[in-house]
Each structure stands twice: as C-alpha cells, then as structure tokens.
C-alpha cells in the first residue's frame, strides 16, 4: 500500500524564513503534486512533478525518485502563505486509482 | 473559466434525508473525483470517474452513488445521510490522470 508522510506537521515561522516542508512516499510513482489549502479555502494546485525541480515565485518543490522524496520550499515567507500544504502522488502501478494525500503540514507565519 | 463548480458550499441533513451534491467543469477534462476531508486526515476519495458512462469506487464509498452521463458533470448522491457522513466534501478534476488538479470550493455537510 502506498503511504505519504508529510512533516513537519505543523509549522510557525517568522516573516521573511525560508521553510522547508517534506513528503516521503513508498512506491513508485509517475507523479507528485503540491497543494495548498486557506483557512476556510478551497484547494489549489501548486506543483506538479514527476522528476527534478520547479519554481514559481517563491516556492520551490524538488523531487529525488530514488529516495521517494519530495521536499517544498518557501523563499522570504509572508503571512499570506499561511496555509495547510498537502502532498499527493499517484503510484505507477495503480491502474486508474488516483491520488494518495498526505494528511497536510498547517503552516503559520507570523508578522 | 469557471472551472470546478461544487454546490451547495453548506448543507444541514437530519439522519435518513438524502441529497445531492453537485459538480461540474467547463474544461473538458476526462477525470473527476470526488474526495471527503475529515479533520486529522488526508483527503479521501469516494468514487472518481475516468470518462462519461465510467465510475468506480474510491476508498470510502459506502453510503454514496455517483454517475457520469456527461463529461462536464459528475454529482453524488448521500442515499441516507447518517452522522458519520458529517464532512466537507470536495470535487476535482484534471485532462488526464497525471494532470494539472483542479479543486472545487468545497461543500461543508453537517448531519444532525
């Protein structure tokens, strides 16, 4: 069965920190996706990957397929980018099975 | 776009009422799904959709139907609410099944 760990869990930070938040997960896969959730928001979709790096803005999200691990990172943290942070993947082999979640990092920045 | 639209965003159900849960997306896109969000876990899937006329069970889908009769819209049905049932529901879609993930707003369901 495929598991996604996320950690840390929960995570308060001071403007202007870089953040580091990281998922492992047991299989392989042929994807990985960032999103984000608001207090009391709908869900966004940040990043998806399969291989290598992306960035958009401040956010970085990186992926090493051998470790099956995937890390996002946060440049200059704002309170704005509070938020609960989810990982999600798709196994190789499961067919038309979507997505495994995360249970999410819930993510304060403090002014 | 409009994208995902999920309506009601909040609905109140007494045990045994039955209701339907609305979706639908403007973009063409092949897969939809539809996920329940409890506190301390990760999102769930209920049932998805690979195409009109397909649907399938995810890992909690006792209690809920689905149909796909179109590519724009794939509702759940509650047959009976029971209290265990109390979640926020959500729906989404992507082109294909490693594609970009567009979320609905989200539906809160409280059964009394």
């Known amino acids: 069965k495929n598991e996604v760990e996320q950690s840390p869990q929960n995570l308060t930070a001071q403007e202007g920190e870089f953040i580091t938040i990281n998922c492992s997960y047991s299989v392989g896969i042929s994807a990985l996706h960032w999103l984000q959730q608001h207090p009391g928001g709908g869900i966004v979709s940040l990043f998806m990957l399969s291989s290598g790096k992306k960035k958009h803005g401040r956010l970085i999200a990186t992926i090493n397929i051998q470790e099956k691990h995937s890390s996002l990172h946060i440049t200059a943290s704002h309170p704005r980018d509070s938020a609960v942070y989810i990982c999600?993947?798709?196994?190789?082999?499961?067919?038309?099975?979507?997505?495994?979640f995360g249970k999410g990092t819930r993510l304060s920045v403090i002014a | 776009n409009a994208g995902v639209t999920q309506t009601p965003k909040f609905q109140v159900l007494k045990t045994g009422q039955s209701m339907t849960l609305q979706c639908a997306q403007d973009?063409?896109?092949?897969?939809m799904s539809w996920y329940r969000q409890d506190p301390g876990m990760g999102l769930r899937l209920i049932h998805y959709s690979v195409g009109a006329g397909i649907t399938d069970q995810g890992e909690v889908p006792n209690g809920y139907n689905v149909s796909r009769s179109t590519t724009e819209d794939f509702p759940l049905r509650l047959l009976s609410a029971a209290p265990s049932q109390t979640s926020v529901y959500f729906c989404?879609?992507?082109?294909?099944?490693?594609?970009?993930?567009?979320f609905g707003e989200g539906s809160r369901l409280t059964v009394l």
């Open positions: 999600a993947v798709r196994s190789r082999s499961s067919g038309n099975t979507p997505l495994v």
């Open positions: 973009m063409n896109h092949e897969y």
């Open positions: 989404a879609s992507s082109y294909t099944l490693v594609g970009e993930l567009f």
